[in-house]
T-cell receptor
């Protein structure tokens, strides 16, 4: 059974810092891995989707990498801004559905 | 705006009430999903529908009853819920098949008294 973990659980950084969020999954047999952002009390917004055959994906200040063999993915956020404050979720797809991690709660301080 | 709309946004119900959550997508997707997000727990998949047919039930209690009348609409009928069912219920849709991006609605915040 696929299990997804994320560290750290919470992170607080000053504005402008580069930061890395970590995601680990137990079963490397995945179709893809997706990173989401969730604002308090809101739904999920897809940030990046990495197919199992890919190593990384980039969108603006965000870069996500995938290492299936080690069961790890990282989300790199460059030059963080207060507007980046949210919970970041990673989800691994063993099939049609996704198995979600518990999330990392990020606070970027002005 | 993701193209997936959920109503109502907030719902308070007693344990003996019957209510329904609604989800609608205008993305032309063939698959729809219900997820439950409880405090301090990861998002949990509840049900999956493909082309209006239920293809996955993740051991959800029968007090939750899904309905998918067409590929654009998904309902979650609720009856005799328990206080521990209080959570954020999220609907998602995708083009179907494996490995596709899922688009989420804003969710319904449910409180069971």
């Amino acid at each position: 059974k696929q299990e997804v973990t994320q560290i750290p659980a919470a992170l607080s950084v000053p504005e402008g810092e580069n930061l890395v969020l970590n995601c680990s999954f137990t079963d490397s047999a995945i179709y893809n891995l997706q990173w989401f952002r969730q604002d308090p009390g809101k739904g999920l917004t897809s940030l990046l989707l990495i197919q199992s055959s890919q190593r990384e994906q980039t969108s603006g200040r965000l870069n996500a990498s995938l290492d299936k063999s080690s069961g790890r993915s990282t989300l790199y956020i460059a030059a963080s801004q207060p507007g980046d404050s949210a919970t970041y979720l990673c989800a691994a797809s063993p099939g049609q559905n996704f198995v979600f991690g518990p999330g990392t709660r990020l606070s970027v301080l002005p | 705006e993701t193209g997936v709309t959920q109503t109502p946004r907030h719902l308070v119900m007693g344990m003996t009430n019957k209510k329904s959550l609604k989800c609608e997508q205008h993305l032309g997707h063939n698959a729809m999903y219900w997820y439950k997000q409880s405090a301090k727990k990861p998002l949990e998949l509840m049900f999956v529908y493909n082309f209006k047919e239920q293809t996955e039930n993740n051991s959800v209690p029968s007090r939750f009853s899904p309905e998918c009348p067409n590929s654009s609409h998904l309902f979650l009928h609720l009856h005799t819920l328990q206080p521990e069912d209080s959570a954020l219920y999220l609907c998602a849709s995708s083009p179907g098949g494996f490995g596709n991006i899922q688009y989420f609605g804003a969710g319904t915040r449910l409180s069971v008294l």
